[in-house]
Every structure is written in structure tokens, then in C-alpha cells.
């Protein structure tokens, strides 16, 4: 009889570890896509990522290089005052993106170019994403804005 009750605890702790495993390794599936590192364009340029990581790019955008081609395709370059890296977009960009603003931008690192599948703007004349302003900071260019 008590051979019984045994096996049967047994039985049970190895089916809860098998089930939490498996639950552990669903959660991990389910969220690899939806986690994209932040990443400055210095850092791009040091570790280049793997062509088929998506990553978010911060920084500002470089006065005179926002280019709007044919159709919905822009180029521009994004830059935290310690390197520059060029950026095509193909969509709409948000009404307040402007040369000399901060931006993020979500997309794959390919060939030297970071190729957007998401691009986000300020919302008012003073904010500017945090990650931006901390890679700015490390590369001794940002200026805290006027009355903060």
C-alpha cells in the first residue's frame, strides 16, 4: 500500500516539472519576437547585429539627409554625435519627425543600412525618448532643453 501512494506522488511531481517546463518554454516562444533591444548608432557600428535581429535604433536625425523618394520610401540618417547610420523607411513617417528631432525606429541592421519597419517622433517640442537621451549623453552632445 505504501508502495502505491509512493509512485503515485512521484508520478505527480515529475508531470507538474514536465508541465512547468513546458510552460516555461511556450512563454520563452511566445515572447521572442516581442522583445527588440535598444541599440544607438555608435553601438551598431562597434557589434553590427545579425541581419535577421530586429532592433530599435535611437537618435537624431541628421539635418539635410531626410530624402523622400517615389512613392512612401525615406531615407535618412540617424546619428548620437558619435556615429551616423543611414535608414530607409517605407510608410508614412509620424507628423512631428523632423530633421534635428529624436527618434526610434524598429527594423533589421542590413548591409550598413538600418531598414525601418516602424518609425517613432517626439510628441511635443521637449521629449525625446529615454534611451535616446542616454546615448546622447554618452557621446557628450545632448543639451538639457531651455526652462527644465
Known sequence: MRSLKKKRRIQVIVMAAVALVLATGLIGYAMRDGINLFRAPTQILAEPPAETEVFRIGGLVVEGSLER???ETIRFEVTD???TIPVVFNGVLPDLFDENQGMIGTGRYVDGVFVASDVLAKHDETYMPKEVIDA????GVYQEPAGS
Open 136 to 139: 546622447l549623453k554618452e557621446q
Open 81 to 83: 554625435g558619435g556615429a
Open 69 to 71: 523618394g517615389r512613392g
